[in-house]
């Protein structure tokens, strides 16, 4: 079984190919996960992308998602994980604390790669999947993969930390408002 972790920057998840642009302790391979140059289509069985998408600009996306679902065998699955914008920009407004958001809108910039080119509501993303040729296309918890042991952005919930700027424990950090799109989609 071939399963792909793309993007996955210094998160390891055992029994995936763990691939991203930039050399981590995390990293199988290092290749531009636009293209999947290594991988034949019909040859892979499950992508999870957990916050890279939108590193893809708005131009180039689908064709990026043309080809994750050309890589997928039939039945293969495509499990992505994005900010949801409009759940940010919800909580931006009724906390009025703008910084809070400027990492899911912009990324965190500390290299080239690390830049948010595009964004997407759960709707427009699930549409875009649907367009391109997905099907069953639809929300998954976090909770209920086999990954749900990587401590990833699947598990985005704000706020963050309390109000004295401590990182909240996760048991406190999970009772907060989830704002992500964590979508599954079969080819």
Known sequence: MIKLHLGCGNKRIPGYT???????????????????HDYKNNSVDVIYACHVLEHISRFEYKKVLCRWLEVLKPGGI?????????????????????R??????????????????????????KEDLIEIGFTKVSNYDWKDTEHSGTKDWSRDYL?????????????????????????????
């Open 100 to 125: 809070l958001i400027l990492g899911a809108l912009y990324g965190e910039q500390d290299n080239i790669y690390n830049l948010h080119k595009m964004g997407w509501t759960e709707k427009t993303i």
């Open 159 to 187: 706020p963050y930390c309390d109000s004295d700027g401590k990182q909240l424990a996760d048991e406190e950090w999970h009772k907060g408002k989830f704002v992500n799109a964590n979508i599954e989609a079969t080819k």
């Open 18 to 36: 763990n691939i991203d642009a930039v050399k981590t302790g995390a990293v199988d391979v290092v290749a531009d996960i636009r293209h999947l």
């Open 78 to 98: 495509l499990r992505i994980s994005i900010p949801d914008l409009q759940k940010w920009f919800l909580y931006c407004l009724k906390t009025d604390n703008f």
